[in-house]
């Protein structure tokens, strides 16, 4: 899990590109372009990132030959 989140109140907390890239330690451009693989929500033209989806792309990112 990434530092930081948790479980129930604030696992439905929402979070947008630059507060997801600094709980994930990436830089934000790079959630940006690999978008379309990652789990997100849109609200419209918005995207946002719960603490699961983080919780996701960590695991991702932390499995070898990702990133």
């Known amino acids: ?7 129930g109140a604030a696992a439905s907390r929402r979070y947008s590109y630059p507060e997801a890239a600094a709980a994930l330690d990436v830089e934000e451009a ?4 690999n978008i379309g693989q990652l789990p997100h929500s849109r609200l419209g033209r918005v ?18 030959g990702t990133g």
């Open 47 to 64: 995207v946002q990132f719960s603490a699961v989806h983080l919780e996701l792309i960590g695991a991702k990112l932390q499995s070898p």
């Open 1 to 7: 899990m990434a530092p930081g989140l948790g479980h």
């Open 30 to 33: 790079w959630l940006r372009r």
